[in-house]
């Protein structure tokens, strides 16, 4: 497993996660009279800017592990439930005003999905449509949520506060009966694993493939309680003013460079250079194809630019040169070298 950075060093995308979940977890350790100071230590962060009405942005790193110190603090369970069940419209702040003004709940859905990062979300979410329809004809749809990196010790919990915010979410802005029609979570069941099902009024499985909530597609055509064209408009974009911004592209080529580099002779595969970067394969290859580049490319540029250097050095060997570039067998990296140059190894040895 690749170690984890620092908490003061914040990983590929900076301080761009405005953590009300911190917030959350500090006042529930107030409340339960648990110190608090603890958990910031080694961040150049302290409880009290959390009391404060000043958003306060931190980095995926550093709030996994501030996280995982106050469940490790905070005694007895359910601490994501408490803290999702606790929210209504009012606390998505810009992203309930978008949703409330949408024209239906689906575009409404639409709307949450893609603007979550600007509410702190700690999970990536995606939509994804269910074969079966419903009376209305309307398909139904699973909002499925991911974590950027395994974090199995903080998954339950952020699950936990992210699915129950987001049925208070949806029944202020459809009424209390609404009710999903399956939640599925991919870790295993908690001792109060009741306590989910009557939360959520439905069918509610553990151990699955994936984290999802399923959405009957009867709902999707609801009106939102105050649609209105104009005031969408207005408000996605101060949505999209917030959304979280990432390093720039060259910053992040840099990243994968200098660790594909440091890696060579284990030929390190996108999933493990992700990981280093605490990312998921998927986002890190997104970000690349935005550079205009792709893992494979940069891999091929930094292998082929270091078999280069070591040709011409003295006593080279071309067996342990592709070793050293994370080819066992040299008839492999006499092709490659070939595909990258035009010519054999060999050829680019200076004559002796």
């Not at 984890?4 to 590929?12: F, G, I, M, Y």
């Not at 003013?241 to 080529?253: H, L």
């Not at 992700?274 to 494979?296: F, I, K, M, P, V």
């Not at 070298?337 to 680019?348: D, E, N, V």
């Amino acid at each position: 497993m690749a170690p984890k950075a620092p908490l003061d060093a914040p990983p590929l995308g900076g301080v761009n996660i405005k953590c009300g979940i911190v917030a959350g977890l500090v006042a529930m350790a107030d409340r339960l009279d648990v110190p608090s100071n603890d958990w910031f230590i080694g961040t150049r962060l302290d409880r009290e800017q959390f009391l404060a009405e000043t958003p306060v942005y931190l980095s995926y790193r550093q709030a996994c592990d501030i996280v995982g110190r106050a469940l490790r603090a905070l005694p007895g369970d359910a601490h994501g439930l408490a803290l999702g069940t606790a929210q209504d419209v009012g606390h998505f702040g810009l992203l309930g005003l978008a949703m409330m003004t949408a024209s239906n709940f689906g575009e409404a859905l639409r709307i949450g999905v893609e603007f979550a990062p600007i509410t702190g979300a700690m999970m990536e979410l995606q939509l994804h449509p269910e074969a079966e329809a419903s009376g209305e004809g309307l398909a139904s749809v699973a909002v499925v949520a991911r974590m950027g990196t395994p974090e199995p010790d903080i998954e339950p919990f952020l699950c936990e506060e992210l699915f129950a915010s987001c049925l208070m979410l949806c029944r202020g802005l459809l009424g209390p009966q609404f009710v999903p029609n399956l939640v599925e979570l991919s870790y295993p069941a908690p001792d109060y694993a009741a306590d989910y099902a009557k939360l959520f009024g439905c069918p509610v499985s553990f151990d699955a493939a994936s984290n999802r909530v399923v959405v009957d597609g009867r709902w999707l055509g609801v009106p939102m309680p105050a649609t209105n064209a104009a005031s969408a408009r207005q408000v996605l974009e101060l949505c999209q003013q917030q959304m979280p911004k990432v390093r720039p592209s060259s910053e992040i080529v840099a990243a994968v460079e200098n660790l594909v580099r440091l890696q060579l002779a284990d030929a390190p595969r996108l999933l493990d250079i992700a990981a280093e970067l605490h990312l998921n394969e998927r986002t890190l290859r997104r970000y690349l194809h935005d550079a205009g580049t792709s893992y494979q490319a940069i891999h091929d540029r930094v292998r082929r630019d270091a078999a280069e250097a070591l040709l011409v050095g003295p006593g080279s060997n071309i067996a342990a040169v592709g070793a050293a570039i994370g080819f066992h067998d040299p008839r492999e990296f006499r092709r490659a070298f070939k595909r990258w140059t035009g010519m054999a190894p060999r050829a680019a040895r200076p004559r002796r």
